[in-house]
């Protein structure tokens, strides 16, 4: 009876699909711990404060607007101004 550790006096060649199940394991691990810590950071999206706007957030919400091109950027920043005096949010590294 041939084994995957003795055939015909050797290994065989299954014996490489170790290293290849090894590396994806690890390269699996790797890309989970840095898209959960990427998260963790807030990604590209973090406001002034260090918190990332909520979905339904009026901040994401003209985020939305203005990236899908219902707005342009003179009506983006102006509504941007009025929801930062609004909700007290410091934008020019001033406190809250």
């Given amino acids: 009876m041939q084994t995957l550790a003795d055939w015909h006096g ?5 014996i490489l ?3 290849l199940i090894w590396a994806a394991v690890v390269i699996g691990a790797v890309t989970v711990l840095r898209r959960t810590a990427w998260r963790g950071r807030g990604g590209p999206w973090r406001t002034a404060d260090g ?4 979905g339904d957030s009026p901040l994401a919400v003209l985020g939305r607007r203005f990236a899908s091109g219902e ?3 003179d009506e983006y920043w102006r509504r941007l101004s009025v929801l930062e005096e609004q909700f007290g949010r410091s934008g020019k590294g001033g406190a809250a």
């Fill in 10 to 14: 050797g290994p065989g060649p299954w």
């Fill in 17 to 19: 699909f170790f290293p």
């Fill in 51 to 54: 918190a990332r706007p909520a």
């Fill in 71 to 73: 707005i342009d950027e």
